[in-house]
């Protein structure tokens, strides 16, 4: 772990107070960007700071995300402007759903 520190500047931001890192910290520890977390106050003039990165999704992820985001968009927009053409969903197709997925595992 490196042992490089770095200055903090006070920063108004609003109604709240704060502190602002420099641009160096977040080019050296990109993972902290937009990162959450707490400050604990050991004494007067120390502050313990814990810094939670954002958990950042593989490309692939986001991609099929966006993918299924958009998917659901068009089917709601199309449900809503074709609403007549829409069919409820009975007991009798939902057993058939479970006859074909029978024995399939899904992973989480």
């Not at 502190?19 to 604990?40: C, K, M």
């Not at 999704?57 to 829409?86: G, H, P, V, Y």
Request: proline share 4%; glycine share 4%.
């Amino acid at each position: 772990m490196n042992s490089k520190t770095y200055t903090l500047s006070p920063a108004k931001i609003g109604n709240s107070s704060g502190f602002r890192l420099p641009i160096s910290f977040y080019r050296d520890h990109p993972q902290f960007t937009n990162a959450s977390g707490w400050v604990e106050v050991l004494a007067d003039n120390t502050l313990l700071v814990k810094l939670e990165p954002e958990v950042v999704l593989e490309e692939e992820e986001e991609s099929s995300e966006l993918i299924l985001s958009l998917f659901l968009d068009f089917i709601t927009k199309d449900a809503l402007k074709n609403s007549d053409r829409l069919e409820a969903y009975t007991e009798a197709m939902a057993a058939e759903d479970d006859e074909l997925l029978a024995g399939i595992e899904i992973d989480s």
